[in-house]
């Protein structure tokens, strides 16, 4: 049964969300709830607002890194129950809350440990909602100088069975990249377009283009998702013919390779078409999540702890299509991320009536408990 303390504190954590970025108030609530257990050190302002945890045994041994995340949403909440959030249009909406929760939890159990060597990292992650956070965690000395030797974290996956364990061998997220077309033409009177250069052929074109580029079929090892979410053309002025038009899109592969030659493909079908039109444009780039790839050995521990504990596997065939900035971490360590089952009626992530379910809080810290007495006691 979950301690009343940690269930305590995951409302807490849930009434006050902060955005990617700006989790000050959640990394203090973090580190006055871990600082009553006896962590031999912790460290603040971490990639931004991250704080790292550290229980130290009497000898060099492993390192081992449990990660979670501190950012909400900028969703507004529907739910209306005591723990709902105090901030309007923020919320956790992705179970972060949850996940704090679990790798704070897992304290009341390491300050008990008398391991003989090694190392216990905590790691609250700021910014993984925009995928910048892991990025800069990486780059940030103080996680750099730690030196660990294997990270892991969960994510709660709803739709899925209560306490499930869900395993992926390749990888647990997808390659994420999203990006702006801008197209510049030239400005005209509606009734005389032919003096003009209206960019809206070429929309169209470019919009037939990249579908074309998608490989639909998750199981393909070359799967391509390219997404458009959003587009802009003109004004509502009927004596106008517009000359400025931005397409924007968030593509999906399983991996690097993929979408470094996807980006190359995608710029040369927007080139010839914008030259067909003699319209200018660019690209920009945006927010980029690289794919979670799962560790052999890292992933064999996470399913020994599932058989230790008799939690039902679940072996998924090919990763999770949403982005996890996760992948950061999965180019310079030994990374492995699994998914906890979320109950079947659980709404979706990022809807705005969903809500971590405490039951599986328990499940989590047995899962990384299992991990970590593995690896320390070998």
Request: hydrophobic share 35%; charged share 25%.
């Amino acid at each position: 049964m979950t301690n009343t303390e940690i269930l305590k504190l995951r409302k807490e954590l849930h009434e006050n969300p902060e955005l990617s970025g700006f989790e000050y108030e959640t990394a203090k609530r973090i580190q006055r709830f871990i600082n009553k257990h006896n962590p031999t050190q912790i460290l603040g302002n971490v990639g931004g607002t991250g704080l790292v945890v550290i229980y130290k045994f009497p000898k060099k041994g492993k390192s081992i890194t449990i990660r979670c995340e501190l950012d909400a949403l900028p969703i507004q909440e529907e739910n209306q129950f005591n723990h709902k959030s105090k901030k309007d249009g923020i919320s956790h909406k992705c179970g972060h809350d949850g996940h704090m929760a679990i790798v704070s939890g897992l304290v009341l159990w390491i300050k008990n440990q008398s391991f003989i060597s090694g190392e216990i990292i905590l790691l609250f992650q700021p910014a993984e909602e925009n995928g910048k956070g892991a990025y800069n965690v990486v780059k940030d000395k103080k996680f750099k100088e730690l030196k660990t030797d294997y990270i892991f974290a969960l994510h709660n996956i709803p739709k899925n069975p209560l306490h499930d364990i869900i395993i992926i061998k390749k990888g647990f997220s997808a390659e994420v990249q999203s990006f702006i077309v801008r197209i510049k033409g030239k400005k005209s009177h509606a009734s005389e377009p032919e003096h003009g250069k209206n960019p809206a052929l070429a929309l169209s074109n470019i919009i037939t283009a990249l579908s074309k580029l998608e490989v639909s079929k998750p199981e393909d090892e070359n799967f391509t998702l390219i997404t458009p979410v959003h587009i802009n053309m003109g004004q509502v002025a009927y004596g106008i013919s517009p000359e400025n038009a931005e397409l924007h899109y968030t593509m999906r592969t399983w991996s690097e390779e993929n979408t470094t030659a996807l980006k190359t493909l995608i710029k040369t079908r927007v080139q010839k078409i914008c030259q067909i039109h003699k319209l200018k444009h660019e690209i920009e780039w945006l927010e980029y999540f690289p794919a979670s790839t799962n560790n052999i050995e890292s992933n064999n521990y996470i399913i020994r702890a599932a058989k230790e504990n008799n939690y039902k596997i679940t072996e998924r065939p090919y990763p999770f299509k949403f982005g996890e900035d996760f992948g950061w971490f999965s180019r310079e360590y030994k990374t492995a991320m699994f998914g906890l089952g979320a109950g079947i009626d659980t709404p979706a992530l990022h809807n705005a009536d969903y809500d971590f379910p405490d039951e599986i809080i328990e499940t989590g810290i047995t899962m990384f408990k299992s991990i970590i007495s593995n690896i320390m006691k070998e």
